[in-house]
């Protein structure tokens, strides 16, 4: 049923996991209860991240228009988070005060605050090469794989510093 899966993000339950369908322009869901698969909303352009809040509010990047929208569990639309676009999203996460960290394909980082939909440049575009995932650690530092340089690296939300974490930059 899966044609390009992209990110994915479990419910509180852990009963429940969400997956980014891509090149199917869907969201779908995983009961892993019953062990059935049906489309939890569609018609999206390139969805590659899901992540679920505490209320189980589902959060979908979408790359083909840079944006993320908020649906309820039944897949009712509740708003669209950012007002600002993102220039080719490709993760998220949500940091320890319910706002999200989105890296871009051009290597920035930028956190929406889903409160206002405001979006502000944590690190520049160039800063990463390539980068696919993004993960707020428990102490609130940001860990982002730096694909295209091998490497993970570790961004302090505070100063914004860049340091690495694992790998050796292009190698």
Known sequence: ???????????VTGALLFVADTRNSSVRLVNLTNDTTSTFVSGLLTPVDVTVDSQTNVYVLTQGDGL???????????????????TLPTAMAFDLNGDL?????????????????????????????????????????????DTGNHAVRLVDPNTFAVTLLAGILGT
């Open 1 to 11: 049923q899966f044609d390009t899966p992209g990110g994915m993000s479990l419910d």
């Open 68 to 86: 993320i929208r908020r649906y309820d569990v039944f897949g009712n639309l509740g708003a669209t988070v950012n007002a600002a676009t993102l």
């Open 101 to 145: 960290f989105v890296v871009e394909l051009g290597g920035a980082l930028k956190k929406v605050t889903v409160a206002s939909g405001a979006v502000t440049t944590v690190v520049a575009a160039g800063t990463f090469s390539s980068p696919r995932g993004v993960a707020v650690l428990e102490a609130g530092a940001v860990a982002v794989s």
